[in-house]
């Protein structure tokens, strides 16, 4: 048991001066602390500029944007935020496929992102959801 809960009882409150309903708590704090993991995550910010670019890719209808998006992110520390746009099944597409546009940020904290990492970080992106059934829109 962690704790107790309940209203008030109406003489109790009544005693009290107390016109609405009142409810009381008590937690045993000492399980709660025995029991809690503290999970801290601290991600140093950057001083450096952000890189940001979009990049559109043809994937299967049923495929899923987040497992594409999670795909993304493990595979460099400098992506630091991804973003799917609304997917396009319009006449440009092929039947059963979707255009979704990707918001990629790179950010180090080690040096500003010139046009070679985000070209590195590009190709890095395309050759592995390429691996996951994906082409680049062109």
């Known amino acids: 048991v962690l704790g107790l809960y309940g209203e008030i009882h109406p003489a109790v409150q009544e005693k009290l001066g107390l016109s609405d309903p009142a409810f009381i708590f008590e937690f045993q704090m000492q399980p709660i602390v025995e029991n809690a993991k503290l999970v801290t995550q601290f991600r140093p910010y950057s001083i450096y500029p952000a ?33 799917a746009g609304k997917p396009y099944t319009g006449d440009q597409i092929e039947l059963g496929k979707k255009a979704v546009s990707f918001t990629l940020v790179y950010q180090s904290n080690t040096g500003s992102i010139n046009e070679k990492d985000a070209l590195t970080l590009r190709e890095k992106v395309i050759s592995s959801v390429k691996q996951i059934g994906l082409s680049p829109r062109v």
Do not use: H, Y
């Not at 043809?58 to 992506?79: C, H």
């Open 51 to 83: 890189s940001t670019e979009s990049i559109s890719f043809i994937m299967g209808q049923n495929q899923a944007v987040g497992e594409v998006v999670e795909a993304m992110k493990a595979l460099d520390e400098r992506i630091v935020s991804i973003s």
